[in-house]
């Protein structure tokens, strides 16, 4: 049974965004909504079937409350993660995974004590470029913040991207087959304190049934599967104003026994109300597989 969303009448309130939501089009009655990470006019398709449309929204400041706001649930929560890396550090792949990983996991040891391994396989570096105002970003070393309300993966998403992982890994990975798990992020400014383009999750307590729409992500070599988000007057949204370099946001993407496990929809969205010395938004995001 789902909790009772957060009182967010706490000031200094919040801050009127746009929020990219699917469009409910007639055609995912009939059509399974996709996108594609390579050019695919050679087949002779577009590259997705998505159409979204504009919502104004009221998104709260959750700073003068974080420590109510629960992992379990709420989907997500905030957390204090002091690092040992600078801002060029996380340029870096290899320092990322050789220096960042360790303090995550520490981090998530003590969020997830009954978790018998976590395994961080992924980060995504994202700097936003200076004329940021479109859906696409456009070519650069680094991507932009994503603007569209998502989960990066479904159930099904979740097991197609470990088994395409597990071959990469060089240690045993026989003792974690078939147990349960869940897909978790710790993300980060690393430019801070900033308010620009910040993170946004959405409360699972206010998440209807119907809100969640699954979409195929094709890739040249396989499918994943990830989540979009219907509009619905009942989301309950939240940001950390003016986010400190050591500060994260841990959130949920999916646990492996379904959706009725907390998770956070999420989407970067264009703060009017930063300051303007506010410097442009860089982030890390680590995503690792929780297993227990």
């Not at 913040?145 to 479904?154: C, E």
Request: with cysteine.
């Amino acid at each position: 049974m789902k909790m009772a969303a957060l009182n967010s009448n706490a000031k200094p309130g919040y801050v009127s965004a746009t929020i990219y939501y699917l469009d409910r089009l007639e055609l995912y009655k009939s059509q399974k909504p996709y996108m594609c990470t390579f050019d695919p006019t050679i087949l002779g398709g577009p590259k997705t079937n998505h159409k979204y449309v504009e919502r104004t929204v009221q998104i709260h400041n959750a700073r003068p409350f974080k420590d109510s706001i629960k992992l379990d649930v709420n989907g997500f929560q905030f957390e204090s993660l002091r690092t040992t890396m600078t801002n060029e550090d996380f340029d870096n792949d290899s320092i990322v995974q050789q220096k960042y990983y360790p303090e995550v996991i520490a981090l998530m040891k003590r969020l997830l004590p009954d978790a018998v391994e976590i395994w961080p396989y992924a980060h995504q570096r994202r700097k936003r470029p200076e004329k940021f105002n479109e859906m696409a970003t456009e070519d650069a070393q680094f991507e932009g913040p994503v603007i569209y309300a998502h989960l990066d993966y479904t159930p099904s998403g979740a097991q197609i991207t470990l088994k395409k992982e597990f071959p990469t890994r060089t240690d045993s990975v026989e003792h974690l087959k078939g147990r349960r798990f869940c897909m978790m992020n710790v993300w980060r400014v690393t430019n801070g304190p900033t308010g620009d383009w910040p993170l946004a999750l959405c409360d699972y307590t206010t998440v209807g049934q119907g809100d969640l729409e699954l979409t195929d992500i094709v890739h040249r070599e396989y499918a994943g599967e990830s989540g979009r988000l219907y509009h619905n007057e009942s989301h309950k949204w939240y940001f950390l104003d003016e986010q400190q370099n050591d500060e994260v946001v841990v959130w949920r993407n999916i646990d492996s026994r379904g959706f009725q496990y907390p998770y956070a929809p999420h989407t970067a969205f264009e703060n009017g109300e930063k300051k303007a010395s506010d410097p442009p938004r860089e982030s890390m995001e680590v995503r690792m597989a929780c297993f227990f």
